[in-house]
Structures are given as C-alpha cells and as structure tokens.
C-alpha cells in the first residue's frame, strides 16, 4: 500500500516537510486546488492568509482505482491514526 | 482583639488551582495519535469549565463570607485567567471543527478520480501511474495492492 500526501504546498515547502519529518512517501503539490475540487474536499479560505486547502481527508483507493475507505475527521486536531489506516490497507487484495 | 486564625481553608480556590494545573497540561501536551483522543479534547474543555466554575465559587465565598474565607484577590485573578483560558479553547475548538463537510467526496465503490499532480522533484505523477506501479516509490519494486491518498491542510 503506497501513501501519497496531498496539499496546497508547493513542491518546494513540500520537499522542506518531508526533509524536516523524515517522510519518504510522496507528497504532490495541488496549489489551485483543481484535485482538491475533483475530490470536492474544499476548504475556502481555511488557510493561514485565507488561502483555499483542502480539508482534512484519507481515501484508500484498490489497484482497480474503487475507493474501499474514507475518513474524513470532525476535528482537525484528530487525525486517523497509522495502525487504523495499515488495518484498512491490509484488507486489499 | 482577635488573634487565633479563624479562617477555613478556602478549598473551592485550592481545587481549583489543581484543576487548572490538569486543564492547562491537557492543553499543552503535545497530542499523540493516540486511541481516544477525541476524548481528550472534550475533557480538555470540561476541565476548563470546572476550573472556571471552582473559582468562581471560591470567590464568592471570600466575598460573602469575609471572616470566614480569605482569597479576594486571589480568586479575583485566577476567574479571570481563567475566564480569558477558557474563552481561547472555546474558540480554538470552533475553529478546529468548523470545516466543510465532505459529503459530496467520493464514497466507498466509488472510482477515485484520475489526476496529475507534481511531486517534490517537480515531476507530473498521475494516479493511475500510480495504481499502475509505473511510478517508482522509493524503495519500492512491486506494484501496490493500492495507493492511500492523505489531502492534508498544508503550511505545515
């Protein structure tokens, strides 16, 4: 199961975060926010200076491209936890 | 000219200096994803209201009954320190939970739509290369079983 991270970030802070956090999974950069709508996660005016990001969600998504788990938190301080997500991964085919 | 100490412990004000110590270390602990974390959060508001509360009752006892209680001042301080604590939680938890709904998001059985996005070296990555294992991960050979996308806030 690959992680990829996904935010408003440019490849350039992105590339920052996963240096400063020791992350080697990939981070993609989505700054107009055009997957963000496709994905209909918009957050408008959510950022710091009233730029719009996306709101905090997760999508396990099978090698036929079907989404088998979402989770899309109430809270932005509760975020899914690793062992939660590998559980739902690990029921992949 | 009275000089026993005829004062009782003003207990409401004391609890509440313990209470508030809980409430500021359930405020400031870093968050751990920890199972029941959600729960945290709402102790962490009720604590604050408690210690409000404690207090508040602490001062009025050393208002109404100033032979019997001291701690004026001191409970005028701390009701407003808290007073001040617990409106800033208050709103950080509005601000924590006031986001949209993802009810318009793709749901389960639903087809996650294709994108292109750029990675941090500036390469166009496009999920189905990825579900398709013809993008290289780091370390990776093997095509995944499936991709887990994580949208985050951003300017982190």
Known sequence: ?93 | MQTSNIYEPNRSLWAGIVVLVLFLLSSVLPFREVPGKEALIWLNLVLGVLTLGLFVVGLRRAIRQPQRYRGKIAGWIFTVLSSFLLLLTVFGFYASRHIPSANAAPKVGQKAPDFELKDTSGQTVSLSQLLAGTIDPPGAVVKPKGVLLIFYRGYW
Request: proline fraction near 6%; hydrophobic fraction near 40%; aromatic fraction near 6%.
């Open chain 1, 1 to 93: 199961m690959r992680p990829v991270a996904i935010s408003v970030d440019s490849p350039e802070v992105s590339r920052n975060l996963a240096q400063k956090a020791g992350y080697t999974f990939t981070l993609l950069s989505d700054p107009d926010t055009h997957v963000i709508r496709r994905y209909q996660i918009l957050h408008p005016g959510g950022g710091p200076d009233g730029h719009d990001i996306a709101r905090p969600a997760e999508f396990l998504v099978d090698s036929s491209g079907t989404v088998r788990w979402t989770n899309f938190t109430e809270d932005i301080r509760v975020r899914a936890r690793a062992d939660e997500m590998l559980a739902e991964a690990a029921k992949l085919k």
